[in-house]
């Protein structure tokens, strides 16, 4: 692998062992050396004397050869120092040699080698190298694919994943496919088990807000008798939480509820001196209205402005997957106001791929307003559009789509002028305001 040799003439004998040596490790298949040789002195100009040590970890040479993890230590004399190294820069990735110099049982200092492969001899400063160098050739890199990773491919199916109604800030819910979803509605929603939301209360529906906090039922506490009533009827059932002696009463276990009754059971009935608390939510009694669900603005903003003659988006409103059902309604209304006269303009109001309006207007009209209900009746909906202007006579369209309401939807308000002018059409306002089904017998 390596041979030294530091200081002194060798005798004839010596001389024909270390040829014997070559000569057999070269028929063995010997990995080619670099010869390295050099005077070493001290800081006040005096000869080094002491020894040289040399050590590496395993690496394969530029040809192939395995050099296993060794070290070697050299007697320098007189500063004398020959050796001989198996290349390191045409090796394997991190190859190198540490070489520390010792004198008098003391480490005087320490370096790098980097040997490149050379038939001539070098010196020190030949393979020196500064600390923190790339040695050898840079190792290779390359991606590692999900097949290269044992079970993971396994594991990445198992895993759900994202669907299109995923956005940041909603809750997390799992839709009918198994995937992530975001679960729809207004930001003040409850959310179910089902994944459906609305109005906190009842079924999702709109019960007002009124609650009864630390409430004492009424009915005597006598350790006989079973029966309290609530001053109103719980809404939901399940807003009541109901405790004796501040202990959690669970419905089904300890009582039943029927309307604003409460029942105790027997093994439940509370004893003289205990005390009942109860608190709830209910429909506001002064506000019958209250209890219906109220409609919802999904968008409401101002649009832009353009004068190009090819269709132009001047707005958008997106529809999170799973926020339309059957029995649901959306009204879309929108109002353009057109500057200049030189050249007309036309619009049009999309939903998903279903093209809800399109209309035209001459040079001379400066406004154009238009409305349109869509309703949702299972897998399709049905749409009715009217639009006018300042001159523009009133105008009326219907029709079906086919629309997925269960996905994403977006509604999209564009407009495009009829030439190239200095004209151009502002989508001044625009709103889509959703109308939840609901049922009041």
């Known amino acids: 692998?390596?041979?030294?040799?530091?200081?002194?003439?060798?005798?004839?004998?010596?001389?024909?062992?270390?040829?014997?040596?070559?000569?057999?490790?070269?028929?063995?298949?010997?990995?080619?050396?670099?010869?390295?040789?050099?005077?070493?002195?001290?800081?006040?100009?005096?000869?080094?004397?002491?020894?040289?040590?040399?050590?590496?970890?395993?690496?394969s040479g530029g040809d192939t050869s395995n050099i296993a993890t060794a070290n070697l230590t050299l007697q320098i004399v007189n500063g004398s120092l020959r050796t001989r190294l198996v290349p390191t820069t045409n090796a394997s990735a991190g190859a190198q040699y540490n070489i520390t110099y010792n004198a008098a049982g003391i480490s005087q200092f320490t370096e790098t080698w980097a040997v490149p492969p050379s038939t001539n001899?070098?010196?020190?400063?030949?393979?020196?190298?500064?600390?923190?160098?790339?040695?050898?050739?840079?190792?290779?890199?390359?991606?590692?694919?999900i097949g290269d990773v044992i079970g993971l491919a396994n594991e990445l199916e198992v895993r759900p994943m994202q669907g299109v109604g995923y956005t940041l800030g909603r809750t997390a819910?799992?839709?009918?496919?198994?995937?992530?979803?975001?679960?729809?509605?207004s930001l003040s929603d409850c959310v179910h088990v089902d994944g459906s939301s609305g109005p906190c209360g009842s079924g999702g529906g709109g019960v007002s807000g009124i609650f009864s906090d630390g409430e004492t039922p009424a009915g005597?506490?006598?350790?006989?008798?079973?029966?309290?009533l609530l001053a109103h009827v719980p809404d939901p059932v399940g807003s009541l939480m109901l405790f004796r002696n501040g202990l959690h009463m669970a419905a089904g276990v300890d009582y039943t509820l029927a309307s604003n009754t409460v029942?105790?059971?027997?093994?439940?009935?509370?004893?003289?001196?205990?005390?009942?608390?109860?608190?709830?939510r209910y429909g506001d009694p002064g506000n019958p209205l209250g209890t219906l669900t109220g409609s919802q603005v999904v968008?409401?903003?101002?649009?832009?402005?353009?004068?190009?003659?090819?269709?132009?988006?001047?707005?958008?409103?997106?529809?999170?997957?799973?926020?339309?059902?059957?029995?649901d309604r959306l009204e879309i209304r929108f109002q353009l106001a057109h500057t200049g006269t030189e050249t007309g303009f036309s619009s049009d109001v999309r939903i998903g791929s279903t093209t809800l309006v399109t209309r035209s207007a001459a040079a001379s009209e400066t406004r154009l307003t238009g409305e349109t209900d869509f309703s949702i009746f299972g897998?399709?909906?049905?749409?009715?559009?009217?639009?006018?202007?300042?001159?523009?006579?009133?105008?009326?369209?219907?029709?079906?789509?086919?629309?997925?309401?269960?996905?994403?939807?977006?509604?999209?308000?564009?407009?495009?002028?009829?030439?190239?002018?200095?004209?151009?059409?502002?989508?001044?306002?625009?709103?889509?305001?959703?109308?939840?089904a609901q049922v009041n017998p």
């Open 121 to 145: 001899v070098l010196r020190v400063r030949d393979v020196r190298i500064a600390s923190g160098s790339i040695i050898g050739p840079p190792p290779v890199i390359s991606p590692v694919q």
């Open 173 to 185: 819910v799992i839709n009918n496919s198994g995937q992530i979803d975001g679960a729809s509605g």
């Open 263 to 280: 029942t105790f059971f027997v093994a439940s009935t509370p004893q003289t001196g205990d005390q009942l608390r109860a608190s709830y």
């Open 220 to 228: 005597t506490i006598n350790s006989s008798n079973t029966t309290f």
């Open 1 to 59: 692998m390596f041979e030294a040799e530091a200081g002194g003439k060798m005798t004839g004998w010596k001389t024909l062992a270390v040829i014997a040596a070559v000569v057999t490790g070269t028929a063995a298949g010997q990995p080619a050396l670099t010869s390295i040789q050099d005077v070493l002195y001290r800081a006040d100009g005096t000869r080094f004397t002491g020894t040289m040590t040399i050590t590496y970890q395993s690496f």
């Open 379 to 436: 897998t399709s909906q049905l749409w009715d559009s009217q639009t006018w202007g300042t001159a523009l006579a009133v105008a009326t369209t219907t029709g079906i789509a086919t629309e997925d309401t269960s996905q994403a939807l977006t509604v999209s308000f564009r407009g495009l002028m009829a030439s190239t002018t200095t004209d151009s059409i502002a989508l001044r306002n625009y709103m889509v305001i959703r109308y939840p």
């Open 299 to 327: 968008c409401s903003s101002v649009g832009a402005t353009t004068s190009a003659a090819s269709l132009t988006q001047l707005a958008t409103c997106a529809i999170p997957a799973g926020v339309l059902g059957s029995g």
